[in-house]
């Protein structure tokens, strides 16, 4: 009922937020009486606020229309090579000469849209051949197309390492490190010719015990029971999805606001300032980090609640006890792709050493070919996006990826 609830507020509140946006323009088109009004520009700076607080967020685009190869300017295009029911596999198409190492980068399916990527493909386009993960929102996959679980991500990724490989590199951030790890160690144990030549995994909880975090403690301290009777709904009439079971996108998002809303309340506030003096630059930053830190996406309840057992309460991975379809997942079978884990020092999301865990469980990889950074002063975002992701932890996976190309 509470999504049911949720959609009539959204509905009630889509007049003001719209009204609220033109008065902001009012006030601020220079063509408009009302901008040269006494503190019109206060008044301006409040109807934004209110617009974007409430306006409803969509999936932002990619838009990468071109990117340097050679120092060359080169287009790039999204072609969709693989539609599967809950995710598009997205190549960025170049039109060049010179090859370039091919690159799946793992999205997370884990309430923001694989957009929040958008540096790091950015970062990666001018040397690698870059594909992605683009996961579909649950609200918008008809019911009857059936549930989507933890393992189906797992031969998803497989699906993909397969299409792509053998000359592959494999990037996953943060929640997929986990079953990128469980789908190659799988293709290791039925000595599939087409694993990849690395891995590299970024901020991922390979192991939850270690360092934990709030988001770990949340998973530990509640039964899996919990979470069944307080995030999962059913989807609303007015979606594709209606009746399917979801962990809703607004809810994630509460969640993501509680865990710093003092540090959210004083950006909005700055925001508001911003635009008073003027500066329209810092406003802009505003905006484009809310429009795409704000937008989410529903996840099946069926996946979500596996992640939760089997990630972060049974802790199955790094115990040796996960099985997937019947067959156990060993990391320890997997001798010939290369690994390198990434952490960011101040990472409150994949607490310090989860990610490095990676290492203990694929003890039979040459220690020649593992490596790991802890990037020092670094939170969860910083890993893969901003200018500590470009000028320091790039030029270490640029390398990394072309030794073993």
């Given at each position: 009922m509470l999504y049911q609830l949720h959609e009539m507020q959204r509905a009630l509140l889509a007049p003001f937020t719209q009204?609220?946006?033109?008065?902001?323009?009012?006030?601020?088109?220079?063509?408009?009486?009302?901008?040269?009004?006494?503190?019109?520009?206060?008044?301006?700076?409040?109807?934004?606020?209110m617009y974007r607080l409430g306006k409803d967020y969509e999936k932002p685009a990619f838009n990468i229309q071109s990117t340097l190869v050679n120092g060359k300017t080169t287009a790039v295009h999204e072609v969709n090579v693989l539609a599967k029911p809950f995710c598009n596999l997205i190549h960025f198409q170049k039109i060049h000469r010179s090859p370039q190492a091919k690159v799946l980068l793992v999205a997370p399916l884990s309430g923001h849209h694989a957009t929040l990527l958008r540096d790091t493909v950015r970062t990666l386009l001018p040397k690698h051949d870059v594909y992605i993960t683009d996961w579909i929102d649950a609200r918008m996959i008809p019911s009857s197309v059936g549930p989507f679980h933890l393992h189906d991500y797992i031969r998803y990724v497989q699906e993909f390492i397969r299409l792509l490989g053998p000359d592959l590199h494999v990037i996953s951030v943060c929640q997929p490190t986990v079953p990128v790890l469980a789908a190659v160690s799988l293709m290791a144990t039925e000595k599939d010719p087409r694993l990849p030549k690395t891995m590299t995994m970024m901020g991922g909880p390979i192991d939850?015990?270690?360092?934990?975090?709030?988001?770990?403690?949340?998973?530990?301290?509640?039964?899996?029971?919990?979470?069944?009777?307080?995030?999962?709904?059913?989807?609303?009439a007015n979606f594709p999805g209606f009746g399917r079971q979801?962990?809703?996108?607004?809810?994630q998002h509460a969640g993501f606001i509680a865990m710093n809303p003092g540090r959210h309340a004083q950006s909005h506030q700055d925001f508001f300032m911003h635009l008073i003096e003027g500066d329209e630059k810092s406003a802009e930053e505003h905006r484009q980090f809310y429009?795409?830190?704000?937008?989410?996406?529903?996840?099946?309840?069926?996946?979500?609640?596996d992640t939760i057992k089997t990630v972060f309460q049974e802790f199955n991975l790094p115990r040796g006890t996960w099985k997937v379809d019947g067959q156990l997942v060993r990391p320890q079978d997997i001798n010939n792709v290369a690994l390198f884990t990434i952490e960011g020092e101040l990472d409150d999301i994949s607490g310090p050493g989860q990610t490095q865990a990676a290492h203990e469980l694929c003890k039979n990889i040459p220690t020649s070919m593992k490596q790991h950074f802890m990037a020092p002063e670094c939170g969860h975002y910083g890993i893969f996006s901003g200018r500590k992701w470009r000028e320091v932890i790039y030029p270490r996976v640029e390398n990394f990826i072309k030794t073993y190309s």
């Amino acid at each position: 009922m509470l999504y049911q609830l949720h959609e009539m507020q959204r509905a009630l509140l889509a007049p003001f937020t719209q009204w609220a946006e033109t008065a902001a323009k009012l006030f601020t088109n220079p063509v408009s009486p009302f901008a040269h009004a006494p503190f019109a520009q206060r008044i301006a700076a409040a109807y934004e606020l209110m617009y974007r607080l409430g306006k409803d967020y969509e999936k932002p685009a990619f838009n990468i229309q071109s990117t340097l190869v050679n120092g060359k300017t080169t287009a790039v295009h999204e072609v969709n090579v693989l539609a599967k029911p809950f995710c598009n596999l997205i190549h960025f198409q170049k039109i060049h000469r010179s090859p370039q190492a091919k690159v799946l980068l793992v999205a997370p399916l884990s309430g923001h849209h694989a957009t929040l990527l958008r540096d790091t493909v950015r970062t990666l386009l001018p040397k690698h051949d870059v594909y992605i993960t683009d996961w579909i929102d649950a609200r918008m996959i008809p019911s009857s197309v059936g549930p989507f679980h933890l393992h189906d991500y797992i031969r998803y990724v497989q699906e993909f390492i397969r299409l792509l490989g053998p000359d592959l590199h494999v990037i996953s951030v943060c929640q997929p490190t986990v079953p990128v790890l469980a789908a190659v160690s799988l293709m290791a144990t039925e000595k599939d010719p087409r694993l990849p030549k690395t891995m590299t995994m970024m901020g991922g909880p390979i192991d939850p015990r270690k360092s934990p975090t709030g988001v770990n403690n949340l998973a530990t301290e509640k039964k899996l029971s919990w979470f069944e009777n307080n995030v999962i709904y059913g989807v609303p009439a007015n979606f594709p999805g209606f009746g399917r079971q979801v962990y809703p996108g607004f809810l994630q998002h509460a969640g993501f606001i509680a865990m710093n809303p003092g540090r959210h309340a004083q950006s909005h506030q700055d925001f508001f300032m911003h635009l008073i003096e003027g500066d329209e630059k810092s406003a802009e930053e505003h905006r484009q980090f809310y429009d795409e830190y704000n937008a989410v996406l529903d996840m099946p309840a069926e996946y979500y609640l596996d992640t939760i057992k089997t990630v972060f309460q049974e802790f199955n991975l790094p115990r040796g006890t996960w099985k997937v379809d019947g067959q156990l997942v060993r990391p320890q079978d997997i001798n010939n792709v290369a690994l390198f884990t990434i952490e960011g020092e101040l990472d409150d999301i994949s607490g310090p050493g989860q990610t490095q865990a990676a290492h203990e469980l694929c003890k039979n990889i040459p220690t020649s070919m593992k490596q790991h950074f802890m990037a020092p002063e670094c939170g969860h975002y910083g890993i893969f996006s901003g200018r500590k992701w470009r000028e320091v932890i790039y030029p270490r996976v640029e390398n990394f990826i072309k030794t073993y190309s």
